[in-house]
């Protein structure tokens, strides 16, 4: 199998020019998309792929994922997650295809490691290294931009996370006044999570928070007791992996996350210890 260099020195004159051609149509893509669970912006994979196949199509060509592979084994890894330093699993060695219209074509293989994180088992970490994958060719095949004008590192506030957010609650407006029926009823509901002794009650507390009806700060308040006492209860990395899907589905927003969080961490850390 032919390496990316030496792919490039196969290219036919036609498609050399179709790649110039997608060059000059492609633009560049914003970071869309924002992690609600770990709070970092980026650019979706749907957005990098419908950006590179519009502009590869228009000027004749198609870009293919023709397998890949798992290689290489587990080893200590230089880059710091939030559960502390990283341990690679290997990599990925995705095999792509780049047609022309013309039917000539070249293949190369492109790697990118594997590297699990709270939050993030092995097997969800394989698939997020495959879309990286596939856009950092897409980028570095069509030369696309990495960062849009408002998150360019100039404009980066590099403050640490706890002064922006002193600043935050500074800034942020005094919140309306609640109703006071709701706020009783979101009094109860939290109660109601913070005596309950075991999953089995969670069920119908879901529920009725659901059923509930309460203004977003409210119903936040109460997703957050609930997520929080129930991630005592997990009893496993991957039971909390599941709680913190349904932390994103639930789309808590500042303050709340922030404390949910934080109690995952916190969980993950006692878990990973009684595991070591």
């Known amino acids: 199998m032919t390496t990316m260099s030496e792919a490039m020195h196969t290219i036919s004159p036609e498609m050399a020019a179709a790649i110039v051609d997608a060059q000059q149509r492609a633009r560049a893509v914003g970071k869309d998309a924002k992690n609600t669970f770990h709070g970092y912006k980026y650019a979706s994979a749907e957005a990098m792929?419908?950006?590179?196949?519009?502009?590869?199509?228009?000027?004749?060509?198609?870009?293919?994922?023709?397998?890949?592979?798992?290689?290489?084994?587990?080893?200590?890894?230089?880059v710091e997650t939030k559960s502390?330093?990283?341990?690679?699993?290997?990599?990925?060695?995705?095999?792509?295809?780049?047609?022309?219209?013309?039917?000539?074509?070249?293949?190369?293989?492109?790697?990118t490691p594997v590297l699990p994180e709270r939050g993030r088992?092995?097997?969800?970490?394989?698939?997020?290294?495959?879309?990286?994958?596939?856009?950092?060719?897409?980028?570095?095949l069509l030369l696309l931009p990495r960062e849009d004008a408002e998150s360019s590192i100039n404009q980066r506030d590099d403050r640490p996370r706890e002064e922006t957010r002193r600043e935050e609650r500074r800034e942020a407006p005094p919140p309306a006044a609640a109703d006071p029926a709701f706020e009783a009823l979101c009094a109860e509901l939290v109660k109601r999570i913070d005596d309950a002794p075991d999953l089995a009650q969670f069920g119908a507390i879901n529920d009725a928070i659901k059923a509930a009806h309460l203004p977003k700060p409210l119903e936040d308040r109460a997703w957050s007791a609930f997520f929080r006492k129930g991630f005592g209860f997990a009893t496993?990395?991957?039971?909390?992996?599941?709680?913190a899907d349904a932390v994103v589905a639930a789309k808590l927003v500042e303050p709340a996350l922030s404390d949910v969080r934080e109690a995952f961490n916190a969980r993950f850390d006692a878990l990973e210890k009684r595991a070591a």
Request: glycine share 12%; hydrophobic share 45%.
């Open 49 to 78: 792929i419908e950006e590179a196949r519009g502009a590869l199509s228009d000027a004749g060509l198609a870009l293919m994922q023709v397998g890949w592979t798992l290689e290489g084994e587990r080893c200590e890894s230089a």
């Open 121 to 140: 088992p092995e097997d969800k970490a394989e698939m997020a290294a495959l879309t990286a994958n596939l856009g950092y060719v897409l980028r570095g």
């Open 236 to 243: 496993s990395t991957g039971e909390l992996d599941n709680w």
């Open 84 to 111: 502390g330093r990283g341990v690679i699993v290997g990599r990925v060695a995705v095999v792509y295809r780049l047609l022309h219209k013309s039917g000539a074509f070249v293949e190369w293989v492109a790697s």
